[in-house]
């Protein structure tokens, strides 16, 4: 066969696909610059076992490593008003952190280790795929300045409440629990320093009132900030909100369920008083520690959990170091003697049928990871088992 100077190169690389491609026949010569808008992307790219590339599309973005595989969406540009049932956002922050930083790079960093998930995979032991039951896009990150952490941390507040105002794509037989009666969209940040919870729990208490907070954390992160004889603020200068203080502006703020229906979950490192203790109790919470898990076993710690939250709304945050670190080291402040992922995966199923208002998953710092990336991929596995519990369980009275 003889074929012209023109389409010779471009046919032999046809002919390569035939046989890359098998069963999928395009006419030799098919790929040269007259005839590209006649090629099916959708049907090539798919072919491989794991369809990674099964969205590629005319309209759709390209190559993006999203989490889980999850649509990316122009979520506060373009696509504003492209419904959708949880969005998952980057929240590159790490600036108040006490100790090692770089959890700025945890967003990618998950997505990373989220690479062989996927929103349209059963999750066998839960016994769900996400995808049948909510349409899970990826915003990409909230820009937040690396200078000043109040402007951060109010550019968060403001993009989490963006996307918690609009209106799901789903809606659900029963009343929605929110208090405008209308369907939310849920939201899973990927931090980012444990800072980010504050401004995200002043989101969905105004959706939905105070909610249950569940906290997977060796560190308690209810230290209330003070001012300390010859310390470095002024007298009339306010201490700034850290990682180990949000959770005391948000009792002052009233974001948290009142009574203690709010627990700690893997609670193992050093305290510097009991009055530590005691402040925890009456800023709200009750303490599972990282022990409980070997005395009383996972069913036993998900009793307790189920037993302080009770049917309130609830809003799960975990901070990556509530894993030992010879399973996540990759994180600011390690602390040994913590929960296996296989008992939080265990813990985290046994949560089904929980109003899971929102979630985030923090401190996730890539550059103190392993080159095999464990930390991030435990992380995004995590992230994984949350949406399925998103999944079971629609927010209805």
């Known amino acids: 066969m003889v074929f012209s100077s023109r389409i ?3 046919a032999f690389v046809a002919s390569q696909a035939v046989l890359a491609f098998g069963s999928i026949q395009y006419p030799v010569g098919v790929v040269n610059a007259e005839n590209f808008d006649t090629l099916n992307f ?4 798919a072919t491989v076992p794991d369809k990674s590339n099964a969205q590629w599309e005319r309209g759709s973005f390209h190559g993006l490593t999203t989490f889980a595989r999850a649509a990316p969406l122009r979520c506060f540009g373009a696509d504003a008003d492209t ?7 980057g929240a590159p922050f790490d600036t108040a952190t006490s100790f090692r930083p770089g959890a700025r790079f945890g967003p990618n960093g998950i997505r990373q280790g989220s690479r062989r998930l996927g929103v349209d995979r059963i999750n066998v032991p839960a016994k769900i795929r996400v995808s049948d039951h909510l349409d899970v896009v990826d915003c990409g990150d909230v820009p937040m300045v690396q200078t000043d952490n109040k402007v951060a941390l109010r550019q968060l507040e403001l993009a989490n409440a963006a996307l918690l105002s609009h209106t799901s794509l789903r809606s659900y037989s029963g009343k929605s629990i929110s208090k405008d009666g209308k369907f939310h969209p849920r939201v899973l940040t990927l931090g980012g320093d444990h800072t980010i919870t504050l401004p995200l729990l002043r989101g969905v208490a105004s959706v939905y009132g105070p909610v249950s907070v569940i906290h997977f954390d060796s560190h308690l992160d209810t230290w209330k900030p003070k001012q300390t004889t010859g310390g ?3 007298p009339d ?16 703020e009233g ?8 627990i700690h979950v893997g609670i193992r490192g050093a305290i510097n008083s009991w009055q530590d203790y005691d402040d925890d109790y009456e800023f709200g919470w009750v303490i599972s520690h990282a022990e409980d898990v070997e005395d009383m076993g996972w069913q036993g710690v998900v009793k307790k959990i189920r037993d302080t939250v ?3 709304p609830v809003y799960l945050t975990l901070d990556i170091d509530v894993i030992d670190p010879g399973m996540a080291p990759a994180t ?12 939080i995966k265990k813990i985290l199923q046994g949560l089904a049928g929980l109003k899971i208002v929102g979630a985030d998953i923090v401190e996730v710092a890539p550059g103190y990871d392993t080159q095999d990336e464990i930390t991030q991929i435990a992380a995004a596995n995590i992230g994984w088992e949350i949406l399925a519990l998103m999944a079971k369980t629609p927010l209805t009275e």
């Open 255 to 262: 974001l948290l369920a009142p009574d203690n229906a709010n």
């Open 8 to 10: 010779n190169v471009a």
């Open 42 to 45: 959708t049907e090539i790219f």
């Open 232 to 234: 470095p603020w002024l």
């Open 83 to 89: 419904p959708y049932d949880v969005a998952v956002v």
């Open 237 to 252: 200068e306010e201490i700034p909100v850290s990682h180990g203080s949000y959770f005391w502006y948000a009792y002052k």
């Open 310 to 312: 009770g049917d309130n």
């Open 332 to 343: 600011g402040t390690p602390e040994i003697g913590g929960i296996t992922t296989r008992e």
